[in-house]
């Protein structure tokens, strides 16, 4: 292992990514609330997920560890039924959309998933689930856009589409103006070992 390596990390989480459709239908509910509230860091519509386990800063040796059981977990399982729907936030500060659908069947691949990093000998900060995919950010002297956003998609209702993929996803958690980016470690396919 070389020097640079052993103290590099990487910040990673365990996700599903909704399809394009669902999210360019989102966005086009979005556009008045993209013109309103200019203000709001707005993440990028290629970057919305829901996460399933957040696993924090990771030494970057680590992450090839979850790979082999990542994938067979998500070969056994079938794809999940979801939608996005409504809108909320939290502490008047995040912008989020619901999550619609087959939630128990979301609840338990979250709670096997976080089992699999626990055996993996990965730990990590264990929160709720609750289901959501992020939209915004306020700015720390705007208390109000939010709370008006989440309320102009109260009667949001997405059609329904499956999560096809679990995805390992990896972050550079940036404190500056600019949104958050995110890129896929890997993905694998739900119900790729089924007959």
Same mark, same amino acid.
């Given at each position: 292992?070389?020097? +640079?390596?052993?103290?590099?990390?990487?910040?990673?989480?365990?996700? /599903?990514?909704?399809?394009?459709?669902?999210?360019?239908?989102?966005?086009?509910?979005?556009?008045?609330?993209?013109?309103?509230?200019?203000?709001?860091?707005?993440? +990028?519509?290629?970057?919305?997920?829901?996460?399933?386990?957040?696993?924090?800063?990771?030494?970057?040796?680590?992450?090839?560890?979850?790979?082999?059981? /990542?994938?067979? /977990?998500?070969?056994?399982?079938?794809?999940?039924?979801?939608?996005?729907?409504?809108?909320?936030?939290?502490?008047?500060?995040?912008?989020?959309?619901?999550?619609?659908?087959?939630?128990?069947?979301?609840?338990?691949?979250?709670?096997?998933? +976080?089992?699999?990093?626990? &055996?993996?000998?990965?730990?990590?900060?264990?929160?709720?689930?609750?289901?959501?995919?992020?939209?915004?950010?306020?700015?720390?002297?705007?208390?109000?856009?939010?709370?008006?956003?989440?309320?102009?998609?109260?009667?949001?209702?997405?059609?329904?589409?499956?999560?096809?993929?679990?995805?390992?996803? &990896?972050?550079?958690?940036?404190? &500056?103006?600019?949104?958050?980016?995110?890129?896929?470690?890997?993905?694998?396919?739900?119900?790729?070992?089924?007959?």
């Amino acid at each position: 292992m070389n020097e +640079r390596n052993q103290h590099a990390t990487v910040r990673v989480f365990i996700a /599903l990514a909704p399809p394009d459709e669902a999210k360019q239908e989102l966005e086009r509910e979005l556009r008045p609330a993209y013109d309103a509230y200019r203000r709001m860091r707005w993440n +990028r519509i290629e970057d919305w997920h829901i996460t399933l386990a957040f696993l924090g800063e990771l030494p970057v040796d680590t992450v090839p560890l979850l790979r082999p059981p /990542l994938a067979e /977990l998500a070969a056994a399982r079938p794809p999940i039924r979801l939608a996005l729907r409504g809108g909320g936030h939290f502490d008047e500060r995040v912008l989020w959309t619901g999550i619609d659908g087959d939630l128990d069947g979301l609840h338990r691949l979250a709670t096997e998933v +976080r089992a699999l990093v626990r &055996g993996c000998g990965v730990s990590f900060v264990e929160r709720p689930l609750r289901p959501h995919l992020t939209l915004a950010r306020s700015r720390r002297d705007d208390s109000t856009s939010v709370v008006e956003a989440a309320a102009s998609l109260a009667g949001f209702a997405g059609r329904a589409w499956e999560a096809e993929r679990l995805h390992l996803v &990896g972050s550079n958690f940036g404190r &500056g103006p600019g949104p958050i980016r995110y890129r896929d470690i890997e993905a694998w396919n739900f119900g790729a070992g089924q007959d």
